[in-house]
């Protein structure tokens, strides 16, 4: 789906503030075996990326969403859902029927997705919880797939035939520890059931086949039917979106904040799915936070998946988020040589290079412009080779940045004055990690600074990262307040932008020692006029993204100020004081 122009997304901006942000809670109906729900009408569809709703009836259109490993290979799928939509929520056993036209005939494949647990996006990572997708292939075969939450593949993958195209009506019953499987009334077979939706909920997803063509455009599909029905006297509920806005707290780091006597937030890193779907985790990102970080949804392979392709909604979510608790958004990121759809590195014309930088800042900066507080224009220009502190490249990174091997440093500039032209209010910063440390990395990175400033490039901040990974990484407060201090002196300002601390779990006082980084660095901040904010990477080890993904599930760390069960430690209660 191609949104190149503006009039799109203000349209589906204000169906969100009007259905979302002004707080649709209503639930429906308890209904009974033999009563159908409607969860296509009268219902929120706006918000569901790579769709458009119109009269009732929802094209899908392919979005080829992927998340890449940080090398730049792979590809996992990361297909779309309707977070700000209807879901349900279910007792017992229950029918899902969906009328698709447009479907088979060599177009490709067209899916039906039912999460019984929405995934989990780890700083760019997705772990498959519990789901079941069924759709019609490109030769006319239902098909399904489920996931157990045991792995990112499929744990069963079954087709039927059907010789099903042009307008099917699908139904899938969950009925005890079987799932049924219906094509136009005709029962097609059955399928065991792991236990899917044993939390009683159901939340939906549609995708589209992209192909293998990135310049192919496929016509998608449209779903012009979608209903529930309880089954065997159960009862079924369809639950609208959440209330974004949440009450506020006397006591709380954003309260200590406003009183610090001159303009500072206190911030966090933020996922729309937990947002959307966890009313604790939401309560406590809109209460305890002056502002929020998009810890993916602004990434580029995430809302520019495919060349000229752009879809927002996933981030807009984020913004009326922020806007509905008075937040400020500090927006990551516009230039990094990680988070890229596969299609920005294929072309090596520096020409063409630099126009697909510049016109991927001129339109998201563009689409968010007055929306957003601050920027991370470039994010972590700095190297990991160290020839690279002694040879022509200054320290900067040449090594998988596309940037870098068309522009050179000049990239830098030109992703400011670009970010600048779009959205000309917002500060503007450079975000990087390891440079809280004194060593050739810190020097590199405020030579650049100084050069930047000496050219004239727009650049208001710095961003310390301060992830504290490892022991050898916990800095001193007093080093990191004399590089602040450095930069007060060139007229740029500071923040602390992604700080975690992980610890051992053999580690003795090792939540003492990670309160007292946290606090330490809070305090610098504060202390510091040019230090304007302090926010951590996430704020619960539940979603936090240093846990395992070696393993699935995926273990949670011990980095962050609240548990994996959302209890807050004794980090918390040192930011707090902190502000005393």
Known sequence: MNLGGGTWQRLTAVALVMAVAAGCTGQGEDSGGGNDEDLLR???????????????????????????????????????????????????????????SGVGDDDGD????????????????????????????????????????????????????????GTVTLAVSSIGDTFRVEADGRRLGTVQDPGVFAEGTVWFGLEADAGEDEDERREGWRLTQLTARAESGDSLRVIKAPRLRQEQSEDSLRARAADVGRPFDVGTALAENPLLTDARYRALAGSQFSMLTPENAFKPQF????????????????????????????????????ALPHWMRENDDPGEVRRTMLRHIAMVAGHFKGQVAEWDVVNEPMSDDEKSYTNGDRGLRSEQSPWFEAMGEEYIDEAF????????????????????????????????????????????????????????????PETFRSHVRDLAELGVKARVSEMDVPIGEDEEDGR???????????????EEPNCTSFSTWGFTDRYGSTADTQIYPPRTADSLPWDAALRPKPAYERLLEAFD
């Not at 490109?138 to 399904?144: E, H, I, L």
């Not at 927006?331 to 990680?338: C, G, I, K, P």
Request: with cysteine; glycine share 8%.
């Open 417 to 476: 004055r670009a970010a600048h032209r779009a959205d000309p209010k917002a500060r503007l910063y450079l975000n990087e990690y390891g440079v809280e440390e004194e060593g050739e990395r810190w020097d590199a990175l405020y030579d650049l600074v100084e050069r930047l400033k000496e050219r004239g490039v727009p650049i208001d901040g710095v961003g310390f990262q301060n992830h504290e990974y490892a022991p050898g990484d916990r800095i001193d």
């Open 42 to 100: 009268n219902h929120d569809w706006t918000q569901m990326p790579g769709t458009t709703a119109r009269n009732g009836i929802l094209r899908v259109s392919a979005s080829d969403r992927r998340i890449v490993e940080q090398d730049s290979s792979g590809g996992q799928h990361n297909p779309p859902l309707n977070l700000a939509g209807p879901h349900l929520r279910s007792d017992g056993d229950f029918t899902v029927t969906a009328r698709m």
């Open 512 to 526: 003492q020692i990670q309160a007292d980084e946290m606090a330490g660095k809070l305090r610098v901040c504060l």
């Open 110 to 165: 067209s899916w039906l997705r039912l999460y019984g647990r929405v995934p989990v996006i780890y700083d760019e990572w997705r772990q498959e919880r519990p789901s079941l997708r069924v759709g019609v292939t490109a030769d006319g075969q239902v098909k399904v797939q489920i996931w157990d939450g045991e792995g990112d593949e499929p744990a069963t993958s079954k087709n039927f035939d059907c010789g099903c195209s």
């Open 303 to 338: 809302l520019h998946p495919r060349r000229g392709v752009y879809d927002f909604r996933d981030a807009d979510l984020l913004v009326h988020f922020a806007r509905a608790n008075d937040m400020k958004v500090h927006a990551h990121t516009l230039v990094w040589h990680e």
